[in-house]
């Protein structure tokens, strides 16, 4: 598998003084601390909204709040930590991991093996072992990949074969160390268990679970999906330039807190090595040679959504302002499957 040019900064033919990146992706531990402690102290305030609505309709509004604020950073988070760049310390950078892992319910050092195989391969279809959906996508694959079950069914599966070691050729592919799947095995086994205690405490007379964490994580779900769509949606498989196959957006104050400044997709996918705190100045730094970003996180799967209603009415597909590769634009008719999901 060493017959390939991996996808980042040099196959997209951008270019940045190694001074300047040197200085951008220098890491610390202070800005993950400082989120970490802004993300507990908002889950503290959100925990306390259900706490006051139990027993109310209100309930279910304050767990949609409390679950969006529990789901979106711990993806984003696990994400990071499994970059190693969320702390420039590494015992702390891999505590974290494992936690916002239980919570994102994917093992850690599977999100960080498959995740570093679709950096090499991002969007190369039967290498990419991350790509969520098939493309182009139809309004059935997009209801299912926001409702979740697709990616329910892919963390689900891999928990249970890595508990059972009965390990994928993709998982053996992607592991650099062989005696990394021993670890992973112990891993699994140790989160199966955790879920089933959360799982079983309501019939134990004990119910803080069910608010506090099952049902604002089956809430707020959607809302991260929303989030991890548009990455690559509608933009082009099979090429080297993550300028083609990777997209950014325009990020407000509270998407680029929530997803950690990933928004900025384009340039993380072009220097992964830099932390998520400096991804606004490494934008900057690159602002004249990528595409100007999408418009925002609402604007942008608005028309996600328009344009895989209309292609699975047979209409043309042709979006407003959002990029998208040449082939997923259409006049009409039939549409012919390009690849298939790998999660």
Excluded at 139 to 162: D, K, P, Q, S, Y
Excluded at 241 to 252: H, K, V
Excluded at 255 to 281: D, I, K
Excluded at 306 to 320: E, F, K, M, P
Aim: some cysteine.
């Amino acid at each position: 598998m060493r017959d390939y040019v991996p996808t980042n900064a040099a196959s997209s033919g951008v270019r940045l003084d190694k001074r300047t990146l040197k200085a951008i992706a220098a890491r610390s531990d202070r800005p993950g601390l400082v989120y970490l402690a802004q993300w507990l102290c908002g889950l503290f305030l959100t925990g306390a909204l259900v706490w006051w609505t139990l027993g109310t309709l209100w309930v279910w509004p304050a767990m949609l709040i409390h679950g969006i604020l529990l789901t979106v950073p711990s993806y984003a988070m696990s994400h990071e930590t499994a970059h190693g760049t969320a702390f420039r310390t590494r015992w702390l950078n891999e505590a974290v991991l494992w936690v916002t892992s239980l919570i994102y319910m994917e093992e850690p050092l599977h999100r960080r093996y498959t995740h570093t195989n679709h950096h090499t391969h991002t969007w190369h279809v039967g290498k990419d072992s991350q790509m969520p959906f098939d493309t182009p996508m139809g309004f059935g694959g997009w209801l299912t990949e926001i409702a979740g079950l697709g990616l329910l069914r892919f963390h689900a599966a891999a928990f249970v074969n890595l508990a059972a070691k009965r390990y994928t050729d993709t998982i053996k592919m992607v592991t650099p160390d062989p005696g990394e799947l021993s670890r992973m095995t112990r891993n699994a086994r140790i989160m199966l268990a955790i879920y089933a205690l959360i799982a079983a405490a309501p019939f134990f007379g004990v119910w803080w679970p069910v608010w506090f964490l099952i049902l604002p994580r089956i809430l707020g779900a959607p809302v991260m999906l929303l989030f991890t769509l548009v990455q690559h949606v509608e933009l082009q498989e099979n090429s080297p330039s993550i300028l083609e196959s990777t997209r950014s957006f325009q990020g407000g104050p509270i998407a680029n807190f929530l997803y950690m400044n990933m928004s900025h997709h384009v340039e993380h996918h072009l220097y992964p090595q830099v932390p998520f705190h400096a991804l606004p100045a490494l934008s900057k730094a690159v602002k004249d040679q990528i595409p100007e970003p999408d418009p925002g996180f609402f604007r942008t799967n608005w028309e996600v959504l328009v344009v895989t209603v209309r292609r699975s009415l047979g209409l043309s597909t042709r979006a407003t302002s959002i990029r998208q590769a040449p082939h997923m634009i259409t006049d009409g008719g039939a549409t012919q499957r390009f690849a298939r999901r790998t999660m």
